[in-house]
Each structure stands twice: as structure tokens, then as C-alpha cells.
């Protein structure tokens, strides 16, 4: 069957309002159970392929504003199962993936991560040498299941006489954790213990090369799109030479979307909602570094250009909670209240109306269910 094609190009609110929905971010009732609020965290994590959480706080939110619970509870559940983990992933940022997943992943970025970070790790004074002796000190102490966080593992290779100062630990996590020696699994209070990939993953053999790029740019497509090649090579963090083939082969089996003369991808029940109104209104309110506006190198279309530096202060890298209504922003949230009854503290940027009034209750008390548990 051929896939379908929208004929008139769309506009950058509707580019926005597609987005929203190949997200999983509106409700089943809107959009159908395909497109609608994830039953579950797990199912959550694998629709939207991986979530940037190098802020582990919004990385839990992320996948609970894309459940219908919204409840850390049940977020804290998964990755206690190993059902989903916290690692390294592409572009040397950790990412939340479900756990089957973390092998082609992390397969697919490491030699080019290394590469990028190996200066840094001569400056650090890192050699083959002082790897294999964290490696073992890793091994030995998380064999059979135990786990470890962070300070404790620093410890241990301080212990060995590895210094952890000045970066010097982290980027040795990195490393084993590029190594499929590692991942991030179950929360220990308010951190996560590190665990042996071998004994923490699910078995499975990773997708290599054309395969691998292929299978997660079909995954990208159907989670972010509509997208285009360029997308998905910042994305993946690949060259983009090295990601049109794959991505075409995979782009085949979606629905063209024509925008800004360029034509993008995405899952046909989402191109079907650009001849509708369907999440014109939806207020949805996401953590700091969300996909929703993080998940492409073009920024334009969830933050309007007469917002971005109040999303992005100074545009340094570091995103601001969002309030957007249609996929678009409208205004920033913060963590107000005490800390036994935390509350959200909107501030929006224009005059929502009354007919967005109770959307915008909801997506706050969406946020705030999730810190009740």
C-alpha cells in the first residue's frame, strides 16, 4: 500500500501540532489510542524511542507527562525492572531508552563519542591502563546484582587510586559505559544505581550499521515526525551522509508531509490530522530539555523566535520548563509551593483566554500529580 501524502504544505503551527501528537503528549480521547497518552512509563520510553535526560529529575518527568497517570511512581517502577534505563547514548548525552534497545544504541555512537571526547580524556590523564583497572574495581564490586551510585562508585575508584576530581570520574563512567560495562538502572532515594549491563540488560543481540541507523530512523520518524533527513542526523548524532540512505529506506514507509520546501515524515494517523484542528488548544505543560523542543536542531518551531530567550536564557544550552499550547510555547513553569505540597507556578507570556483555561489547569495539575507519587 502506498503511503499517503499530504498535497498542501503546512504551516509552522500545524508542523507544531503533529509534533505534539507523534509525541504521545495528547490525550486518547483527541487523537485515538495509537497517538494518544501511553498506558505506561515502558510503553511510553519505547514509542518515543529515547528521551535526552541528562537532568535525571527531567528525564522522570518526560516520561510521566506521556502517560495517563502521570505518576513518578509508576516511572520509578520501570526502571527498578530494568524494563527501561538511563545511559549514554548518541551525541555523548544520557538519554533514557527501554532496555532492549540500549545495545544498538550505544553500539551505533560509541567509536564516534570516544573519538570526539578523547582529547579531554588525554588532558584528564586517562589511559587504556587506568580503564582496565576501573573496569575491574566495577566488576568485581556489581557482580551478582549489587548496585552503586555514583559517589560510592567515585570511592571505589579513588580506593583503586584512580582519581575522580575535575571530571576525571565522570568521564570514566562514560567510558565503561560506552563499553557496555555499565548502565543506570533503579533509583536509590533521589539517585540512580549504577549496574553491570551484561546482568542489567535484557539478552538480545544489538542492529549494526545500515541496520541499526535504518531501524531507529523508522523509530524517529514515527515518534517525532513530521522530519526530515537532517533532523534525524543531529538526532543520531551522524553525519548526514551517512544517515540518507538508511533514513530513506525507512522514510519510505511513512506519509510526506511538504513544509518550508522541504518534505518531511512522519506516521500516516499523523498526517491525517493536518486536515483537522485536532491539539490546535492542547495545553500541555513539559519539563526543561523535553523532546518536544529539544528533539530537533531547529528550535523555531515549538519555541516562536519572540520566546526563545526566555526558554533558553542567554540561548546557553539549558532549556526552561515549558507551558505550549498546540505544540507551540507560551509560557515557562516553575516548582513553587513547600516541599510537602509542591505546587506550579505558571508564567505565561500572552493572554491564553477562557476557552484554554481548563486545558491549562489540567497540564498543571498533571505536573503536580506526579510529585504527589
Not at 509534533?19 to 480521547?29: D, H, I, K, N
Not at 483527541?30 to 535525571?56: H, I, K, W, Y
Not at 515524515?265 to 486536515?275: D, F, I, R, T
Not at 523535553?290 to 528533539?295: F, N, Q, V
Request: charge should be neutral; glycine fraction near 10%.
Amino acid at each position: 500500500m502506498k503511503p499517503s501524502m499530504v498535497a498542501r504544505p503546512v504551516s509552522t503551527t500545524a508542523l507544531a501540532r503533529l509534533r505534539l501528537a507523534a509525541q504521545g503528549l495528547l490525550p486518547v480521547a483527541l487523537v485515538g489510542e495509537r497517538l494518544g497518552l501511553a498506558a505506561d512509563p515502558v510503553s511510553a520510553v519505547r514509542r518515543m524511542t529515547a528521551l535526552q535526560s541528562q537532568n535525571l529529575a527531567s528525564g522522570l518527568l518526560q516520561v510521566a507527562v506521556r502517560t495517563r497517570a502521570c505518576a513518578e511512581s509508576a516511572v520509578l517502577e520501570a526502571f527498578a525492572s530494568g524494563a527501561m534505563v538511563r545511559t549514554w547514548t548518541m551525541r555523548g548525552t544520557l538519554f533514557t531508552v527501554a532496555g532492549e534497545d540500549v545495545r544498538t544504541f550505544v553500539g551505533l555512537a560509541a567509536d564516534r563519542v570516544m573519538r570526539s571526547a578523547s582529547p579531554r580524556h588525554r588532558e584528564l590523564g586517562i589511559t587504556e591502563e587506568d580503564v582496565a583497572v576501573v573496569r575491574k574495581v566495577a566488576e568485581e564490586r556489581l557482580a551478582g546484582g549489587a548496585g552503586m551510585t555514583r559517589a560510592e562508585l567515585f570511592a571505589a575508584f579513588e580506593a583503586a587510586g584512580q582519581p575522580t576530581a575535575a571530571q576525571r570520574g565522570i568521564h570514566l563512567v562514560s567510558i565503561l559505559s560506552h563499553r557496555l560495562v555499565l548502565v543506570q538502572g533503579p533509583l536509590r532515594g533521589r539517585q540512580q544505581e549504577f549496574r553491570l549491563a551484561d546482568e542489567w540488560l535484557p539478552p538480545g543481540d544489538a542492529l549494526r550499521d545500515h541496520d541499526a541507523v535504518e531501524h531507529l530512523a523508522a523509530r524517529y520518524i514515527a515518534s517525532h515526525g513530521p522530519v526530515g533527513e537532517r533532523d534525524f542526523a543531529w538526532w543520531i548524532g551522524q553525519p548526514l551522509g551517512a544517515v540518507r540512505g538508511p533514513f530513506s529506506a525507512a522514510a519510505a514507509a511513512f506519509a510526506s508531509v511538504p513544509f518550508d520546501g522541504r518534505t518531511l515524515y512522519c506516521a500516516p494517523e499523523v498526517a491525517a490530522l493536518a486536515a483537522s484542528r485536532a491539539g490546535s488548544r492542547a495545553v500541555v505543560a513539559v519539563p526543561g530539555f523535553d523532546e518536544l523542543a529539544i528533539g530537533y536542531p531547529d528550535r523555531s518551531v515549538a519555541v516562536p523566535d519572540a520566546y526563545l530567550e526566555r526558554i533558553i536564557p542567554g540561548l546557553n544550552g539549558v532549556f526552561r520548563s515549558m507551558i505550549t499550547v498546540g505544540g507551540r510555547a507560551v509560557g515557562t513553569w516553575t516548582k513553587g509551593g513547600t516541599s510537602r505540597a509542591p505546587s506550579v507556578e505558571p508564567e505565561l507570556f500572552e493572554d491564553l483566554g477562557p476557552a484554554t483555561a481548563a486545558g491549562l489547569a489540567k497540564a498543571l495539575a498533571c505536573i503536580e500529580s506526579f510529585w504527589a507519587g
